[in-house]
């Protein structure tokens, strides 16, 4: 048995899994403790199920922490970032297009070195050790420990950023060293960026994984916890507190996956429905769709693996006015219970509505009897309006799709939607991302750029998905149950020597020992 928790920003989500059956469920206004709330989340699901601790064999916990820090600049630690790129890239330097407010925050630390490689590996310039020497020594003098390494094409060649990083290890000990190629994609800029937002989260990630696994111990629960990434795979304790900056959009990500668990349909669109906003996806073989541009996370520019999501304003407490024409973006989120009409308050929420119209039961139905119908009409009309437009700019294509729906807002859908081949709204559906969680596989991706003059096609598909399936495993894949998931080829056309890149990722069922 399993324990999938999802700590969002209204809600604390949590199940209890035997398989893929749910045997009990929970949901909560998230605590500003976060270590009390997934305490209590942990209580309410093994008291409900009658389940003693010991049988439980995972637990898989979502969270919103790291995206939170970096949206409020909060609890970032000051970076360093050092860039092997010289002579030939020092056009546009590190955080060139970084907000001022978290560019100061982090640091301005940015230095450029000789270095980096070409696309096919060939090397730039060498190392020069006087000159990373000096870096390193003006870094340790500020006693900056964050530190990001990048350089040109890492991900085609990584040697450069492995030299400097050891570099770097040798003078500060207590480095926490983030490396480009690891984190991101082909783009030194949104690579660089990425790698520097994962290492200002190292003391954070830190703070986190103790204070989960603090938890876990306080129930006496002695068994491996892994965190939710944004890709719809798992990665280890140990993992996280290296690559804090995966778990980006990883909320989303488990809601899409539970929807797919849930309902049964591996190629739909999910429309998961929260108290401030809806995020929209699409289903594409029971995984998330990637998104192909770059991602903003806080106003950074980044190249992570994200998923395409669109969010929109409109949750179960989005403020309903001008007689129902005008709804959200602003909600009242985890004050509806006690702002909301049929709570006792004194907003007119989208929560209303759907208690006006019958399309749910909560709290105090007199406390709305008086609210016109007509606007009442109009505001509900409003609401599947602004989901259809949603679902129409990320359907793949003009004909009607099927739609999903999950999160604790998803009764706010009363009747049929025009851009709905078919409306599911499945049992346990307001705890889709505590069961994405906890369901969700281990995944390992690998990119390169290779040149078919000097390796044959299926010879690099092959070496690429080998490396793949090898990353899987080192995650904590059953070797058994491994598959491909996607596979990305695109032709470089402005590159000589037939130049392709080659993105291949594999997925596997974790094992649990």
């Given at each position: ?68 820090a970096v949206i409020e600049r909060k609890e970032l630690s000051e ?157 280890s304790a140990d993992y996280i507190a290296r690559y804090p900056a ?188 505590a069961i994405g969680a906890a369901i969700a596989q281990v995944g ?70």
């Amino acid at each position: 048995m399993r324990i999938g928790i999802d700590v969002g920003g209204t809600h604390t989500d949590a199940v209890l899994m035997d398989g893929l059956t749910v045997v009990s469920s929970y949901k909560a206004l998230t605590t500003r403790d976060v270590r009390r709330g997934i305490i209590e989340a942990l209580d309410a699901v093994l008291s409900d199920a009658g389940v003693e601790p010991a049988a439980i064999e995972a637990v898989m916990i979502g969270t919103t922490h790291f995206t939170n820090a970096v949206i409020e600049r909060k609890e970032l630690s000051e970076t360093a970032i050092i860039r092997a790129c010289l002579p030939t890239g020092s056009g546009l330097p590190p955080m060139v297009d970084w907000p001022k407010d978290i560019a100061e925050v982090v640091g301005n630390h940015c230095y450029m070195v000789s270095g980096g490689h070409l696309f096919n590996g060939i090397p730039i310039a060498e190392i020069n050790d006087v000159e990373i020497d000096k870096v390193i020594t003006d870094i340790a003098a500020k006693n900056v420990n964050d530190i990001a390494v990048s350089a040109a094409f890492s991900p085609a060649n990584a040697e450069h950023e492995i030299i400097i990083s050891k570099k770097v290890r040798e003078k500060i000990s207590n480095a926490n060293i983030s490396l480009s190629h690891e984190i991101g994609r082909l783009g030194i800029l949104e690579r660089e960026n990425a790698a520097l937002l994962n290492a200002s989260l190292g003391n954070l990630a830190d703070r986190v994984v103790s204070n989960m696994r603090i938890a876990l111990e306080e129930r006496q629960i002695d068994c491996p916890f892994y965190i939710s990434q944004n890709d719809g795979t798992l990665m280890s304790a140990d993992y996280i507190a290296r690559y804090p900056a995966l778990t980006f959009s990883s909320g989303p990500t488990n809601s899409l996956r539970g929807a797919a668990i849930l309902s049964g349909i591996d190629n739909a669109i999910v429309v998961d429905i929260g108290g401030t906003t809806s995020d929209v996806g699409v289903l594409a073989d029971g995984f998330p769709r990637e998104s192909n541009s770059h991602i903003n996370v806080g106003g950074v520019r980044t190249n992570f693996r994200m998923p395409d999501i669109l969010t929109i304003g409109l949750g179960g407490g989005s403020l309903v006015r001008d007689s129902g024409i005008s709804i959200g973006p602003q909600s009242v989120g985890h004050r509806l219970v006690s702002e909301g009409l049929v709570f006792g308050g004194d907003t007119l929420t989208t929560t209303d509505i759907a208690v006006a119209n019958g399309s749910c039961e909560v709290g105090d139905k007199d406390r709305i009897s008086r609210l016109d119908s007509d606007e009442v009409e109009t505001a509900t009309q409003t609401i599947h309006n602004i989901i259809d437009d949603a679902i129409d700019k990320m359907r793949p294509s003009e004909e009607p799709v099927p739609v999903i729906l999950v999160g604790g807002g998803a009764i706010l859908i009363s009747r049929q939607l025009e851009t709905a081949l078919q409306l599911i709204q499945p049992e346990y559906a307001e705890v889709a991302n505590a069961i994405g969680a906890a369901i969700a596989q281990v995944g390992g991706e690998v990119e390169y750029i290779v040149s078919y003059s000097e390796i044959e096609r299926e010879t690099a598909l092959k070496k690429i998905t080998e490396e793949a399936e090898l990353k899987a495993i080192s995650a904590g894949a059953d070797e058994s149950t491994l598959r491909v998931l996607d596979v990305e080829e695109t032709t470089m056309s402005y590159m000589d020597d037939d130049a392709a890149r080659l993105r291949i990722k594999v997925v596997g069922d974790l094992k649990l020992v």
